[in-house]
């Protein structure tokens, strides 16, 4: 049932989960290491065998396949995702009235971990040197949004309640109060698109009465590397393609109990002639659990292992941008940076 | 050479005093393992490379020394240059195979609703 791989194309293509430990975990595929393969880099062997299949994909989440490629730059694109995709945070906060009991300095650390709905790809950095001179930022590198919210107590109230929601108005803070407030020609440029928090009900304080907030806050383009909160992603993900053999048929009451080592959908019990075998599905759904290496009885008929070339992304954003045009934006980020040490090498300044 | 006023070094190239063109150490400025690693894979795909190697040499600096040792006089700016130009390849490759997937997914999504 179960075709047995050669084992130099084991070791070359799949990390193999064994009972105490993975083997064949790293890419052994160089020039030089197996007589009789060419290992070294060919263009068009990689442009054949390189594919990616898109699994779903709507405005929050995306996953995604990419088959073909090697695990150091597969990694190098998550990394990107989680770091280096620039976004629009809100940096400095200027608090001209604090009453409330919320501390000035946690109030500023929450106001900046809300995700603004700004594409980054429209402003600039802020350069790091004028820091003391001007303040105030361009139009082209900042975004400047106020709250300005007072916390009163409700006339209209009947005299014995008790619930927070009838006695005060405005006692809760939600990022939704949060205005802005447009500079230079921004009114012009974002003419039909409002800049505003991506979601609108994320709880930044509460008041009680005679107590208010006055803030003016200055956004700038940032990346994950330096403050987590200009990371565009929730999370950005991946996992190798899980693949289960059957070293022999099970069948009857083990093949019950195989099934229920793996999780659901990915052995089915199927009837031939009369006994029910199992048979392995989808193993794609598997979480690698390894729960069949448990049972003594099971343990040697199935054989665990994992592609090493085949990535199954998942990419959930924050809602700045969508997952897709942050794929795109963390692949140009990687030709960036090799970009710029081809030109410093090409340069005069290196002999 | 690099870092004349207040330009801050990008790439430095570290040789041993005797040694040929071929073993150099470069140091990578504002890099880690993101382009490290990658671009580490690509240049040990290359035949004539003997080592090649690179490591982060305090946690706190962000700087890599990377290595290349080649075989037969090849100077080493030449593998990391071709390790350079493979990856941006690679990576515009990745580039358009994305876009294309990701709109015939999203012209098959809209296609059913009608």
Redesign the interface.
């Given at each position: 049932m179960a075709a047995t791989m050669s084992n130099v194309e084991e070791i070359r293509t799949r990390a193999v989960l064994g009972e105490f430990g993975v083997k064949n975990v790293h890419?052994s595929d160089?020039?030089g290491n197996y007589p009789g393969y060419d290992?070294?880099?060919n263009?068009q062997k990689?442009?054949k065998n390189?594919?990616?299949?898109?699994v779903n994909?709507d405005e929050n989440t995306m996953e995604?396949d990419?088959v073909g490629?090697?695990a150091?730059?597969a990694?190098?694109?998550r990394?990107?995702l989680l770091?280096?995709v620039p976004t629009m945070a809100i940096e400095k906060v200027f608090i001209y009235n604090n009453t409330s009991i919320v501390q000035d300095e946690v109030l500023a650390h929450r106001l900046g971990l809300v995700p603004i709905k700004a594409d980054p790809r429209l402003f600039e950095y802020r350069n790091a040197g004028e820091e003391s001179a001007e303040e105030e930022g361009s139009e082209i590198d900042t975004i400047q949004l106020q709250l300005k919210i007072k916390c009163s107590r409700n006339p209209r109230a009947t005299k014995d309640s008790s619930d927070p929601r009838e006695l005060y108005l405005n006692h809760m803070v939600y990022s939704s109060d949060i205005t802005w407030v447009p500079i230079g020609n921004q009114a012009d440029v974002f003419a039909d698109f409002v800049i505003r928090p991506v979601h609108d009900d994320i709880l930044i304080a509460k008041l009680r009465p005679g107590q208010e907030l006055d803030i003016i806050m200055h956004c700038v383009k940032g990346i994950g590397k330096d403050h987590a909160k200009f990371s565009p992603v929730a999370t950005a993900s991946y996992r190798l393609l899980p693949e289960i053999t059957l070293l022999e048929t099970v069948e009857g009451e083990k093949a019950e109990r195989l099934k229920r080592c793996f999780s659901r959908g990915v052995i089915d019990i199927e009837d031939v002639n009369g006994t029910n075998v199992a048979k392995v599905v989808n193993s794609r759904l598997d979480t690698c659990s390894r729960e069949v290496i448990r049972h003594d009885d099971l343990k040697n008929l199935v054989k665990l292992a994992r592609l090493r070339d085949h990535f199954i992304f998942t990419v959930e954003s924050t809602g700045i941008l969508p997952p897709?045009v942050l794929?795109?934006e963390a692949?140009?980020v990687?030709?960036t940076?090799?970009?710029?040490?081809?030109s410093?090498?090409d340069s005069p300044?290196?002999? | 050479m690099a870092g004349e006023g207040e330009k801050k070094p990008v790439l430095e190239m570290v040789q041993a005093d005797g040694a040929d063109e071929g073993c150099v150490t470069f140091v990578l400025h504002d890099e880690d393992h993101t382009l490290g690693n990658s671009l580490r894979y690509m240049i040990m795909k290359t035949v004539d490379v003997d080592f090649c190697g690179y490591t982060i040499t305090h946690p706190s600096e962000s700087k890599i020394n990377f290595r290349i040792q080649t075989r037969g006089g090849v100077p080493a700016t030449e593998p990391l240059r071709r390790g350079l130009k493979d990856l941006t390849e690679v990576s515009q490759h990745v580039l358009n195979t994305f876009q294309a997937r990701v709109n015939e997914f999203k012209k098959r999504q809209e296609d059913p609703m009608e």
């Open positions: 890419s160089f020039p290992d070294a880099w263009m990689f442009l390189f594919r990616i299949d898109i994909l995604f990419m490629i090697d150091s730059i990694n190098a694109f990394r990107i770091a280096e897709d794929v795109t692949i140009k990687l030709m940076k090799c970009q710029r040490f081809l410093e090498l300044s290196m002999e | -």
